[in-house]
């Protein structure tokens, strides 16, 4: 199987669909966004951002590259890969989004994925970001993909042109997902079980939330296809991958000074990851 970029692009500004020429993306409208030299393209309007430099900093990109490339989350990695290439026609092409890719990590394993099977679709590969050093990590990392600083809220991409969107760890939006899947393409979210990373909480925390109560009903636009629990033990030694978890992580700002310097303090730790993986299928 092979790797190929993806092409079909929207303007985030009129929405009309884009062409690359010249080292730039363009719309019939005039509006024209450079390509950067690390071969990114920058696609998120200034009043699209909430801050000037909207999410993860360089910092966070740096230690979720070393935690993940440490391995700690290839089994979630080759799950959802497995999912995504499973149905592939050999001879097609299956398009697929990363909505939130970060720096890279679970593109990079598909393609990896992918590559170890002779007989296959091309896949045509997008991540979008809505934090810039996250985008230019991965496109740093990995040069067939198409990288785009882009927020899920309004993505860049014209309708029904993708086969897969991925929203792991992330923040759905449902609507614009519906919008840019073909009919019957799927959604696949990775999301955080009720013991996910147990252990860190109660450090960190005074007490643990109660876990959500599961809401089976589909989004608008979606029906349920299925959906399976991953669960396994990583054992961290050292503070510096404690570290690098912790500033991946929602927990990082939600902890209190007390929690953050009780996690600063720990040399190992034995963690247990738990995760739920869910198909949804565009009506």
Not at 114 to 140: C, F, H, N, R, Y
């Amino acid at each position: 199987m092979s790797t190929t970029s993806f092409e079909a692009l929207a303007c985030p500004l009129d929405g009309d669909p884009l062409q690359r020429r010249d080292g730039a993306w363009r719309c019939p409208a005039g509006h024209s966004f450079d390509i950067a030299r690390q071969g990114y393209v920058h696609l998120l309007p200034v009043q699209n951002k909430r801050s000037r430099d909207p999410g993860d900093s360089k910092a966070m990109v740096a230690a979720r590259r070393r935690f993940l490339e440490a391995g700690h989350y290839r089994p979630i990695a080759e799950a959802v890969s497995r999912t995504v290439l499973e149905g592939a026609s050999a001879g097609g092409t299956l398009s697929c989004l990363d909505a939130g890719c970060g720096e890279g990590f679970y593109l990079r394993e598909l393609s990896r994925m992918a590559e170890a099977q002779a007989e296959a679709a091309t896949l045509s590969l997008l991540g979008v970001d809505i934090s810039k050093w996250a985008v230019l990590a991965a496109a740093k990392h990995e040069k067939a993909t198409t990288w785009v600083v882009g927020t899920n809220a309004h993505l860049p991409v014209q309708a029904e042109s993708l086969d897969r969107v991925l929203c792991l760890f992330g923040f759905p939006v449902y609507p614009e997902f519906a919008r840019v899947l073909k009919p019957g393409g799927e959604l696949l979210m990775v999301e955080a079980g009720p013991d996910h990373l147990r252990e860190l909480r109660e450090i960190i925390y005074p007490s643990v939330k109660p876990p959500r109560e599961d809401d089976e009903a589909a989004p608008e636009g979606f029906t349920r296809h299925s959906g399976e629990t991953l669960r396994y033990a990583i054992e961290l030694e050292g503070a510096e991958p404690i570290a690098d978890l912790l500033a991946m992580t929602p927990h990082l700002h939600r902890a209190s000074a007390e929690g953050r310097e009780k996690a600063a303090a720990l040399t190992s730790l034995v963690l247990t990851v738990d995760v739920r993986l869910t198909r949804l299928v565009r009506e």
